[in-house]
């Protein structure tokens, strides 16, 4: 069954609690089986291995180190939230959809993301993006700056990094620098 929801998704998010080891050890068997769902497909997800529950930073038992080393072992990207407190849940969704979508957030974003609490309209906003790409609709990072720009109208500046053959073909207005601003 997981087979059919990760086969052709853009995105996964790896998601323990810091504060449970076995809810570490499972994700060893979690993430096989993204990467042989996507065996097949063209075009693999971008990964991000995520660290809940940051707000009992006292309790935790699953140490930095072998977060870090699973993430660098992967080539996977490495984030820590709360889902509780909100703390860095906009940021690692944005962090996600700027990968998928090839955008380079800067130094000063990030650190703005990650002031930022959690927002139904933002939480949503990054699966709209994640999910419209799924299923094709998205339109390259000019539609993600219409999006985040009805939902959360905040500024942001981001470099495009690495825009594929395959967006580009997507892509109903293919961005004419190499510079976009997302709203
Ligand atoms: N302190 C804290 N509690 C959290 C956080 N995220 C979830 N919880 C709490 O953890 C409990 C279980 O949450 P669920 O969403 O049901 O997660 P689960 O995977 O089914 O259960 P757990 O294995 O207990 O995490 C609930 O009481 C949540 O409120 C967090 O970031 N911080």
Known sequence: MLDKYVYGAHGVL??????NSQSFENLEDWYGAVKKANEESDTQ???ALVGNKIDLEHMRTVKLDKHQ?????NGIVSQFVSAKTGDSVFLCFQRVAAEILGIKLNKAEIEQSQLSGLESGSFELSWWIILK???Q????PIRARSALFNNKRRVVKADIVNYSQESVARTVNTPRSSMCVIQ
């Open 45 to 47: 997800p971008v990964i």
């Open 137 to 140: 609709l998205i339109t390259g």
């Open 133 to 135: 790409m799924k299923h």
């Open 69 to 73: 080393r699973f993430c660098q072992e």
């Open 14 to 19: 790896l998601v323990y609690d810091i504060t």
